[in-house]
Structures are given as C-alpha cells and as structure tokens.
C-alpha cells in the first residue's frame, strides 16, 4: 500500500462499476482511482475488526519470477531466503538498493519449484519489476509483469471464514496463514492466500482474468450479509494497519531506510548462502545497531498526531511521526514515529509538537493492536 497522489489519468480496477454502483467516494491513489470509503470510515474499520470488510486491491502490482533458478534469482535479489519457501507457502520480504535502503516491501508466494508471484505495492511497481529485471541477469529465470491480468479482493476479519466457506472448494481450516492454493470461489478459479494488512485474520483472492471479480465480489457481499460484513476502502485500510503497526510506503518505508529501523530486520537474511543485493550496507547496520528505531505513540489527549509532527523528550526534537490517526478501536490519537535510538522515553517527558504545542504522548511497543487469537 502506497500514499494517495493526485494523479491525472488514474487507472480504474475491474471492479471500479461495482464501487459507482455501491456509492463510493473514489480518489486518486498510486494512479489508481480506489475506493476512499462506502459510507463512513469508521463503521467500515469496526466491521472488519467486529465481523468483516472487503476490500478491492487489485492496484497491488503482480510479476511472475519462472524458470530453473527462479528461486536463485530472488535469493540474490531480495533480502529474504525464497528458495527455502515450500511451494504453496508466502513470505513478507524486501527489495533494498545496495545502500541497504528499501526500494519495496513484498509478498513473494512460490507457485511451484520453479514458479514464484511477487506482489508489489502499487506506486512501486516499476521500481521492483525494473530492479528484478535488472539482477536477473546470469540467471536462468524470466521476469514478466502480470499486473493487468490481475484483479485482487481481499476479506477481513474475524468472519472471514464463515464468510468465505460456503463459496469455496478449499477446506479453510487447512490454510495456514502465510500460504496461497490454486481453488475456486463462486465457481471461478483462483489464487486463495491467507496474508493480510489489517491486524485480522483474512483471504486475499487473486483472480486472473481479472473480468471474474465482480462476480466474486458480489457472491461474497451476499454471503456476508447475514455476518455484517461491509466494503471498506483505503481510510479505513489505513486506519486498520497503523493499529497492527504495520508499515506503509512512503511513511515509515522509503529508499532512506533500512528494514532494522523499521523494527523488520527478522526480514533479512544475512546467514542465508550466496551473496545479495545490500547484503554489506545491512550487515553494517545489524552491526551497529540503526541510528532510529520505529515505535508507537498513544496520546493522553485528544488532538490527533500527524505525519511529519516532531517527537520531543524534555522539549528536545528527538524524532518524527510517519503515520498518525484516531484508533477506532483504542478511542485514543496513534501513531508510529522514528525516535533516534539514543533516545530514552523513561528518562523524560515525551510529547508531539502538533501545531506549536507539545501533546503528551506515550511511547509503546508495537502493535498498537493484536487481536485475540
């Protein structure tokens, strides 16, 4: 997921009739005209973590990595250890540029041995086909990007199963999170995952062709009906991940950082054999410890924190917000913030400048948010 822009000549998802028809405010995002919201944001972010929301990502950017050292090629070009990945299985991961900075954070799913999907986010797209393109060179592996064969429906929350059941060949229980499996839904076929962006359990749905979402969409606005499911657009997507404390491009992600201040160093894999792109820049960062680290803020007042606030200890700058909002499901302002690692919330007095006055502010672990398991 990437910030909303103000493009021009936005492109429409294959399921853009079924948003007009359902009322939605549409808004530019990452050259994409999506949905913002149906009716109101917050009904649609308590549905999904109540009952359930539906969203259309058919934005995300798809490219096909086949061929013998398929697997080869993404262990070079990505952070992560892919050819450990069992086909059926997925894994969060990253492409960073050799000074360690993160190009994109990816869901890559192994198709088959030599067969994997890479799921970009959709203003990044390019930048990661490009960069595959480029460090598929001297490996036997073909980059194709699928993205316009795609559409992609995702169903969230913790009646995602019940939901979904009904409509599909797959036994659900058998799907573990982190995996994706050729089925069908409402009779179409399709790529099941079992990822998500939200903090809850879900499906993500990739139907290719992409002519087949709206009768997919339809069949899963019927079916959940009776659970209160709602379509939820990108506020209450946002919204959504910010609780789970999950990143977003261009907020706490970009070329700048290194997936060790964003608190994702797990992602890399420097014992992994062979060598990668940005491999020394982050072997030098897991060394030395990154100069910030990303942590979440809950206000003791009311003002919400923004994008781009300062963090203060003792009135001091100390850091910056990326991301912040009312949580719907805490009634109180959050956000993520970068605060230099030498920083030491316990030994002060923390606040976020927010339009010339300092609003205190806890600083806690992230997730904001961790449903019930």
């Known amino acids: 997921m990437t910030a909303p822009d103000d493009g021009s000549a936005l492109r429409t998802t294959p399921l853009h009739a079924v948003h007009e028809r359902a009322g939605a405010t549409l808004v530019g995002f990452a050259g994409w005209e999506m949905p913002l919201r149906y009716g109101g944001e917050r009904a649609e972010h308590a549905a999904v973590r109540e009952t359930a929301g539906l969203f259309d990502l058919s934005h995300m950017?798809?490219?096909?990595?086949?061929?013998?050292?398929?697997?080869?090629?993404?262990d070079y070009a990505l952070v992560g250890h892919l050819s450990k990945v069992a086909p059926g299985r997925a894994r969060y991961t990253m492409i960073t540029a050799a000074d360690g900075g993160v190009l994109d954070?990816?869901?890559?799913?192994?198709?088959?041995?030599?067969?994997?999907?890479?799921?970009?986010?959709?203003?990044?797209?390019?930048t990661v086909l490009a960069a595959l393109s480029e460090r598929a060179a001297g490996f036997g592996a073909l980059v194709e990007d699928r993205s316009?064969?795609?559409?992609?429906?995702?169903?969230?929350g913790?009646?995602?199963v019940d939901i979904l059941a009904p409509l599909t060949d797959a036994d659900l229980?058998?799907?573990?999170?982190?995996?994706?499996y050729s089925h069908q839904v409402a009779g179409h076929?399709?790529?099941?995952?079992?990822?998500?962006?939200?903090?809850?359990?879900?499906?993500?749905?990739?139907?290719s062709p992409g002519d087949d979402a709206p009768a997919v969409w339809d069949a899963l606005i019927k079916a959940g009906e009776p659970h209160g499911l709602l379509p939820a657009g990108l506020s209450a997507r946002d919204t959504l991940r910010l609780e789970a404390g999950m990143p977003l491009y261009g907020n706490e992600l970009d070329a700048r950082t290194t997936p060790f201040e964003a608190n994702l160093g797990r992602v890399v894999k420097l014992d992994k054999p062979g060598d990668f792109v940005g491999r020394d820049a982050l072997q030098s960062v897991a060394d030395s410890g990154p100069r910030r680290r990303l942590?979440?803020?809950?206000?003791?007042?009311?003002?919400?924190?923004?994008?781009?606030?300062?963090?203060?200890?003792?009135?001091?700058?100390v850091g910056v917000v990326t991301s912040g909002a009312p949580s719907p499901t805490l009634g109180k302002p959050v956000a993520m913030a970068y605060m230099d690692s030498g920083a030491d919330p316990s030994s002060g007095e923390t606040a976020v400048d927010v339009r010339g006055r300092a609003e205190a502010v806890d600083v806690v672990d992230l997730p904001l948010y961790r449903r019930e398991r």
């Open 61 to 74: 950017g798809e490219i096909h990595i086949t061929g013998p050292q398929a697997a080869d090629m993404l």
């Open 105 to 126: 954070d990816l869901i890559v799913y192994r198709l088959a041995d030599d067969e994997y999907l890479v799921v970009a986010n959709a203003a990044n797209t390019g």
């Open 148 to 156: 316009a064969d795609y559409a992609l429906i995702a169903v969230q």
């Open 158 to 160: 913790p009646a995602a």
């Open 173 to 180: 229980s058998t799907i573990k999170y982190f995996a994706g």
């Open 189 to 207: 076929p399709v790529l099941l995952a079992r990822t998500g962006y939200t903090g809850e359990d879900g499906f993500e749905i990739f139907l």
């Open 295 to 317: 942590v979440g803020l809950v206000a003791r007042g009311r003002r919400p924190l923004r994008k781009d606030n300062t963090v203060l200890l003792d009135g001091e700058p």
